[in-house]
């Protein structure tokens, strides 16, 4: 079993840019095989996907990120990263990665989640 830890959270202004990693909790586990999602949830709200990349490259986004976030892989690390910039308030939630062998931004309800990262966009 694959457990992943994210990273790279923080406090950012709005307009501002925070890039989030996602790698394999043990160094031995590669996420090459896999399809890495991020999710996101927001006090009160329900979890959201917000982007996956599937093993071949290929990526997918939610409608509300319009061209403000890039996922990205690093294979050479095993990392994936979440690029996102010009942030606004509404990004402010918990950032979740998850992997699964297929891109699936509609949810994974049976997904064992991580603890995330915490991203807050204030001024």
Known sequence: QVHLVESGGGLVQPG???RLSC???NSGDSLDHYAIHWFRQAPGKEREGVSCITNRGYEHYAKFVKGRFTIARDRSKSLVYLQMNNLEYE???VYFCAHEFFCSLGGLPSYDWGQG???TVSS
């Open 91 to 93: 990004d402010t939630a």
């Open 16 to 18: 501002g840019s925070l």
């Open 23 to 25: 790698a394999a909790a």
């Open 117 to 119: 990262t915490q991203v």
